[in-house]
């Protein structure tokens, strides 16, 4: 069988050459034979014929990894169009001239047909004018044939889960703690006391996948605070944290008042936006992530001082 490989610069050649039998028993190499394949007691024989340099490359059935569109055309190496799949699993290979499936045979990763590789496969190489007949076996990143591109969406996904995003850890005045009561009437302010990037973002991940990768990027779009006495309270910065200097003035950006005394249960929501690109393609996510706390709050009382 002579077998050439156009991967390596070469046209690929296929001609059966018959050996004579005599004077040797079947499954024996035969005498000027230097590489035997004893699987199918044939005599491999490589030629390498430079190619022409103004000739494209094949890549037969290899689809756009972008667009997704039409695969390449399925050659011999006389450009002799020929059927892309062989009905049984097999796909054409422009490079090797010959129908490739995945290797039936289990060869060690120390073995030099892996070619010092250590991920792709080991594939076997079937002469498309004999039906059946192996041609050899060799290594390959990815199999030949059309690939199902990978959803970018749902990489989208697989990227957002790796920000890790988390509710950002409440601030707010009155303070949380026992002890602490706020006033009916007076300025309540809100902020996020743990900015960073899995709490208010930005954030960037990437997820990948068949060789295709798409890089998502996390940003908080608002906070929604629920403060517990029927009033939601939306914005759309960090807000401000309070400081004793700042006596009884409103927040400039993130604040309430109380018009009850009470316990109250105050629940902020963060809003994300995830941005992703890859693939050739755009879009957004959402989710959001949520904490609580409680708050007191009181009611100043005037008191009278008694005349004598």
């Known amino acids: 069988m002579l077998r050439l490989r156009s991967r390596f610069a070469a046209l690929v050649l296929a001609v059966l050459v018959v050996l004579p039998l005599a004077g040797f028993t079947l499954g024996d190499p035969p005498a000027g034979c230097e590489k035997w394949d004893e699987a199918t007691s044939t005599c491999l024989i490589e030629i390498e014929v430079p190619e022409d340099p103004q000739d494209p490359p094949?890549?037969?059935?290899?689809?756009?990894?972008?667009?997704?569109?039409?695969?390449?055309?399925?050659?011999?190496?006389?450009?002799?169009?020929?059927?892309?799949?062989?009905?049984?699993?097999?796909?054409?290979?422009?490079?090797?001239?010959?129908?490739?499936?995945?290797?039936?045979?289990?060869?060690?990763?120390?073995?030099?047909?892996?070619?010092?590789?250590?991920?792709?496969?080991?594939?076997?190489?079937?002469?498309?004018?004999?039906?059946?007949?192996?041609?050899?076996?060799?290594?390959?990143?990815?199999?030949?044939?059309?690939?199902?591109?990978p959803d970018p969406e749902t990489l989208a996904r697989?990227?957002?889960?790796?920000?890790?995003?988390?509710?950002?850890?409440?601030?707010?005045?009155?303070?949380?703690?026992?002890?602490?009561?706020?006033?009916?009437?007076?300025?309540?302010?809100?902020?996020?006391?743990?900015?960073?990037?899995?709490?208010?973002?930005?954030?960037?991940?990437k997820a990948s996948a068949a060789g295709h990768t798409v890089t998502a990027t996390g940003e908080v779009d608002k906070l929604v605070w629920d403060m517990g006495d029927g009033t939601k309270v939306t914005c759309t910065t960090q807000g401000t944290e309070f400081t004793v200097d700042k006596g009884l003035t409103e927040s400039p950006d993130c604040g309430h008042k109380y018009t009850s005394m009470?316990?109250?249960?105050?629940?902020?929501?963060?809003?994300?936006?995830?941005?992703?690109?890859?693939?050739?393609?755009?879009?957004?996510?959402?989710t959001d992530v949520q904490r609580s706390t409680t708050v007191r709050i009181g009611e100043a009382q005037a008191v009278k001082n008694k005349q004598p």
């Open 58 to 149: 094949q890549d037969g059935g290899d689809t756009d990894p972008v667009s997704g569109g039409e695969p390449d055309p399925c050659l011999d190496w006389a450009g002799k169009e020929v059927e892309c799949s062989d009905g049984k699993g097999g796909w054409w290979s422009n490079d090797d001239n010959c129908y490739v499936t995945p290797s039936m045979y289990d060869y060690p990763k120390s073995h030099p047909i892996w070619e010092g590789n250590t991920t792709g496969a080991l594939y076997d190489c079937y002469n498309a004018a004999i039906q059946g007949t192996r041609m050899g076996t060799f290594w390959l990143e990815f199999p030949p044939g059309p690939q199902a591109l």
């Open 158 to 205: 697989q990227a957002m889960a790796a920000m890790d995003l988390r509710a950002p850890r409440i601030g707010i005045a009155p303070e949380d703690t026992p002890g602490s009561v706020g006033l009916v009437g007076l300025p309540v302010w809100m902020w996020v006391d743990d900015p960073g990037q899995h709490t208010w973002g930005p954030i960037t991940k």
């Open 262 to 286: 009470g316990d109250y249960t105050v629940t902020v929501t963060a809003y994300w936006t995830i941005d992703w690109a890859g693939l050739g393609q755009t879009g957004e996510l959402t």
